[in-house]
């Protein structure tokens, strides 16, 4: 889920109001399926992600006053019904996002490139992710 809690926070421009989270254990002893709301000013996200699910997704919803966007990052379509423009290029001519993020982190590891994402921006998306982690947990003791 830290991919897409980056991207949240990369798409709403400030920081996040309020942060819940709800998740199970099923294979280990860390959550395997969890799911997060996040609260950014005018809008939320919602965001799920599972190491048990029976079908392979990746895809996003971020709703907003005037309306919602949705991302399915497998079949790499973008549906907007804000009244705004969203760029968001998910286009199959791009590579897979999750190992190109890995390749360039490796990259920059070993000294042969940069990472695309700053100290920054990394440490806000670990911190929202302790924070649904720790919503997760509450609630799966309870």
């Known amino acids: 889920m830290i991919h897409d809690l980056d991207l949240a926070a990369e798409l709403f421009g400030c ?9 199970r254990s099923e294979h280990t002893r860390l959550l395997d399926d969890a799911s997060a709301t996040i609260r950014f000013g005018e809008g939320q996200a919602k965001l799920e992600a599972s190491r048990c699910a029976r079908n392979r997704e990746r895809r996003m919803r971020i709703d907003y006053k005037s309306g919602a966007v949705e991302i ?35 990259g920059a590891i070993r000294g042969v490139g940069v990472s695309p994402v700053t100290g920054g921006v990394g440490a806000r998306a670990a911190e929202l992710a302790e924070r649904v982690e720790s919503g997760a947990l509450v609630a799966e003791a309870a």
Do not use: H, M
């Open 72 to 106: 399915d990052f497998l079949t790499r379509t973008v549906v907007n019904t804000t009244p705004y423009e969203v760029l968001a290029d998910v286009s199959d001519i791009l590579p897979d996002p999750l190992k190109a993020a890995d390749e360039a982190f490796l």
């Open 15 to 23: 920081g996040a109001d309020r942060v819940t989270g709800d998740g």
